[in-house]
């Protein structure tokens, strides 16, 4: 029988040089198809620079591509060396509508000033550390729609993917003029200075998610077979913080896959979120689409063998058919331990990316067997 599943990794410019040369993209497509992953997630925007020559941000910032990638392609790279091992590539805009990270807006907001995202206070936007571009002005959603469709366009890749940051607005912001005047303009009052207000949540998020349902028609306008994927943030922390609405992007149909990052560092933690988001946000018929960001790598933290087993182990338990790992320098750790565990274990049978009908439809069905999950429990005493 063929197993059917997300088998993906995160490719990062950030505490991994990877994507810094063609060899390197050569070298890490090879590992990855050997260890058993069909799909790569490579980073093409972040830090106010796209990884792939951009007319988008020639025309409005003067900038073509991340400095580090004059001369070269690394998308193009990325996409080439897949195919040629058999893995899919879904393209990440990391960044979304984040300006800078303790930049006070970089380039973008130093060229474009009005695109800035205020609080109720008036100052910009900074939350953790990044400064926001203003995610609710239709010129800066043109602007990312615009990003998004070149790459679309312009290569063979199988889809696209935001994250927690797209579509994403903290919720202390849209206290901006342009936002404040449509408010009045809808509901003739200010709207309220608590930005947790449910009523002004609500709002704002539906001006995110009405912009991603007009993102997925115009990707699929594109080619209907690529894939409109999200990493949010869980529900409803994403919400109350960010503005992201998953239950209505699924009730709505503009996602095809969901990776929601249940980034935490022990397995008990990790199983309370997925059973939570089993039992009450997928139903069957989302299930399918249902692929958790685990969290290999941060810093100095790695994942335990016994971890990385029980996660994967678990997901399919309760039918989750496939998981992004977040990144993959994770696999290198250790003389790539990790990698080795996957190889002989969860991952020791290929397994086929799922297409758009596959995401349609429950999964649970395809299940691995005990027998399976004795096998990798041997190994791991051995390792």
Same mark, same amino acid.
């Given at each position: 029988m063929t197993i059917i599943e997300t088998r993906g990794i995160w490719l990062t410019t950030t505490a991994s040089q990877v994507l810094r040369s063609k060899e390197g993209i050569a070298q890490a497509m090879d590992f990855l198809a050997e260890t058993g992953f069909n799909v790569v997630f490579p980073v093409v925007w972040n830090q106010?620079?796209?990884?792939?020559?951009?007319?988008?941000?020639?025309?409005?910032?003067?900038?073509?591509?991340?400095?580090?990638?004059?001369?070269?392609?690394?998308?193009?790279?990325?996409?080439?060396? !897949?195919?040629?091992?058999?893995?899919?590539?879904?393209?990440?805009?990391?960044?979304?509508? #984040?300006?800078?990270? &303790? *930049?006070n807006g970089g380039i973008l907001l130093e060229k474009k000033p009005e695109w800035a995202g205020r609080d109720r206070n008036g100052n910009l936007l900074n939350k953790n550390g990044f400064e926001w571009l203003n995610a609710l002005d239709l010129q800066v959603q043109e602007f990312l729609l615009n990003l998004v469709l070149e790459v679309v366009k312009n290569y063979d890749v199988d889809g696209i993917q935001g994250d927690d940051r797209l579509p994403a607005f903290p919720s202390e912001g849209g206290y901006d003029e342009l936002t404040l005047t449509r408010y009045r303009q809808e509901f003739h009052r200010d709207p309220p200075s608590n930005f947790k207000?449910?009523?002004?949540?609500?709002?704002? !998020?539906?001006?995110?998610?009405?912009?991603?349902?007009?993102?997925?028609?115009?990707?699929? #306008?594109?080619?209907? &077979? *690529?894939?409109?994927?999200?990493?949010?943030?869980?529900?409803?922390?994403?919400?109350?913080?960010?503005?992201?609405?998953?239950?209505?992007?699924?009730?709505?149909?503009?996602?095809?896959?969901?990776?929601?990052q249940i980034y935490r560092r022990d397995f008990s933690s990790y199983q309370a979120i997925a059973d939570t988001l089993v039992t009450q946000q997928f139903a069957d018929t989302n299930l399918s689409k249902l692929a958790p960001g685990i969290l290999m790598k941060l810093g100095n933290y790695c994942i335990s063998p016994e971890y990385l087993v029980q996660a994967i182990e678990y997901n399919r338990q309760v039918g989750i058919q496939g998981e992004v790992f977040f990144f993959y320098e994770g696999l290198r750790e250790n003389n790539h331990a990790l990698a080795k565990v996957l190889r002989n274990g969860p991952y020791a049978q290929s397994a086929s990316f799922p297409t758009l009908s596959d995401l349609s439809q429950s999964n649970k069905s395809n299940r691995k067997s005990p027998a399976i999950w004795q096998r990798v429990v041997r190994f791991l005493r051995n390792f």
């Open positions: 106010a620079v796209t990884l792939y020559p951009s007319q988008t941000m020639l025309q409005n910032f003067g900038v073509e591509i991340d400095p580090m990638s004059v001369g070269r392609d690394p998308l193009e790279e990325v996409v080439v060396e !897949a195919r040629r091992v058999g893995l899919k590539v879904i393209p990440w805009f990391e960044y979304g509508f #984040a300006s800078s990270y &303790n *930049l207000d449910a009523q002004w949540l609500q709002w704002r !998020a539906d001006i995110l998610t009405d912009f991603w349902a007009h993102l997925y028609q115009q990707v699929k #306008a594109v080619n209907p &077979n *690529l894939l409109v994927a999200i990493a949010p943030n869980i529900h409803d922390w994403a919400f109350v913080e960010y503005l992201q609405d998953s239950p209505t992007w699924l009730n709505r149909g503009i996602v095809d896959i969901i990776s929601p």
